[in-house]
Structures are given as structure tokens and as C-alpha cells.
């Protein structure tokens, strides 16, 4: 039974759980207590596009998985999508109150139908700075997930994902673009809306001085603007919403 002690005891076993086996072992438990089968927690990004920009554990069905990642849904999945709009979990059910439906959602379902996976409830995952993430527990054939699991998930979901994002953290920033404090301090400015002209007299700097530390960070995100730089200077956590606001 989902009962608040049990969700304590699972809440300690995720932030201790030091690989990613001993993680996936406090996931299946949650799911016994639930009465479900199936948990994905994941980061919301096109996993073949992308291989190993994000966290995913997962225990769906292979064939399942497979015609997910082919066709790009990591980004553009109904739950997923209904998750960046909720700060609390919510069940699937319950999606289309929050969440509009879109053309091709309901294939969407009745695809992961025929793979046993039916209703579910999903918990956001949202840290400023990084793509949106979440933890999904779903159950087979027509068996509901209920308001108190939902409760008993919330209770564990933050801290499963904050241990998968350290288990994972060598393997997933790896190949990071590593930036300069001083190129750091440009793509800052630049998403403060500064032009170089601008950030030159704020740091003291040469203007071409300015231009030639942005030039060097677009080429390590391989971004092809100012914009983008600062888009995926924020995504990779070299800056931060708050660092931007803080200006």
C-alpha cells in the first residue's frame, strides 16, 4: 500500500542510491506499492537526435520505447507537454482540463495501449536552467491510477530524479561546451539584452574585444546567433534565469 511512511522510507533510499540499479530497485518498489507496472524518468529531449544530453530510466516495453524515440516524442509528448504547465503532479485522466488536446495525441495513447501502458500519472521535474524532466508511473490494461498514488509519487519523484541527474551527471555533461568566467560573463550580458557596445563599457573592455569572446563561445555551442548562444547557455546551466533577472 502507498502509505506516507513508505514514501519516506523510498524518498531516503533515492537520495542514497548511489548507481543507477539501486535507483531503477527504489522505482520498482514504488510501483509495487502502487499497484502499477511500468516508471520513465526522463529528461524532455529527442534521445536519437541528441544520445546522451539528457537522463532517462526507464522499465516500458523496448518496442514501446523504440517507436517512441523514432519518432521524436521525447519533446512533444501529450504528458510531457501537460507537465511543463504544472508545477504538481497530476493524473493522466485528468490532462485535457489543463492541457488542450493536440491532433495526433489520441494515436499517441492508443499506440501505448497496445503496449499494455494505460492510465498513468506523471510528476514535473523543473530546475531553472536545464530542459524540462519528469517521473511517469503507469499502469496496465484498465486499471486506474488513483489520487492517492498520485500522492504517494509526489513524495518521492523529486529526489528519484535528483539522484538519476547525479548518477548520470560525468556520462550526461561530457561533451559540455566548457566556457571562459570572461565568455560567461558576455553571453550573461547578452541575455540581459546588452549589445557589445554596451557590455564593453560595462566591463571595460574593447568593443571587438567583446565581439571576439562571443564569436568564440558561438563556436563552442555551434550557435549561429546571439540569441541561440544565450538559449543554450541557459539549457546547459552555464547561466541561469536567476543570473539573468539578478541584472
Given at each position: 500500500m502507498p502509505t506516507p511512511d513508505?514514501?519516506?522510507?523510498?524518498?531516503?533510499?533515492?537520495m542514497s542510491a548511489a548507481s543507477e540499479d539501486a535507483l531503477v530497485d527504489v522505482l520498482l518498489e514504488a510501483c509495487a506499492r502502487m499497484g502499477c507496472s511500468w516508471f520513465a524518468l526522463t529528461h524532455h529531449v529527442d534521445f536519437l537526435a541528441a544520445p546522451g544530453k539528457g537522463v532517462r530510466i526507464h522499465n516500458y516495453p523496448e518496442d514501446w520505447a523504440h517507436w517512441f524515440d523514432s519518432r521524436g516524442l521525447g519533446t512533444s509528448d501529450p504528458v510531457h507537454r501537460a507537465s511543463q504547465k504544472r508545477m504538481a503532479g497530476f493524473l493522466w485522466h485528468d490532462m485535457t482540463d489543463f492541457s488542450p488536446e493536440r491532433p495526433g495525441d489520441a494515436a499517441i495513447f492508443a499506440r501505448a495501449r497496445r503496449h499494455d501502458i494505460h492510465d498513468g500519472l506523471t510528476v514535473p521535474a523543473h530546475l531553472p536552467g536545464e530542459v524540462h524532466g519528469s517521473v511517469s508511473f503507469a499502469w496496465r490494461s484498465r486499471a486506474a491510477a488513483t489520487p492517492e498514488a498520485l500522492m504517494f509519487a509526489q513524495s518521492i519523484a523529486a529526489f528519484a530524479f535528483e539522484a538519476a541527474r547525479q548518477i548520470s551527471r560525468p556520462a550526461v555533461h561530457i561533451n559540455r561546451p566548457r566556457l571562459t568566467d570572461r565568455q560567461i560573463e558576455c553571453v550573461l550580458w547578452v541575455a540581459r539584452g546588452k549589445s557589445d557596445g554596451v557590455i564593453a563599457q560595462i566591463l571595460g573592455l574593447k568593443e571587438d574585444t567583446i565581439s571576439e569572446h562571443l564569436k568564440n563561445a558561438r563556436e563552442r555551442y555551434e550557435?549561429?546567433?546571439?540569441?541561440?548562444?544565450?538559449?543554450?547557455?541557459?539549457?546547459?546551466?552555464?547561466?541561469?534565469?536567476?543570473?539573468?533577472?539578478?541584472?
Open positions: 513508505a514514501a519516506l522510507r523510498l524518498a531516503a533510499d533515492a550557435a549561429p546567433s546571439r540569441t541561440s548562444l544565450a538559449i543554450r547557455a541557459l539549457f546547459d546551466s552555464a547561466i541561469t534565469f536567476g543570473d539573468v533577472a539578478g541584472g
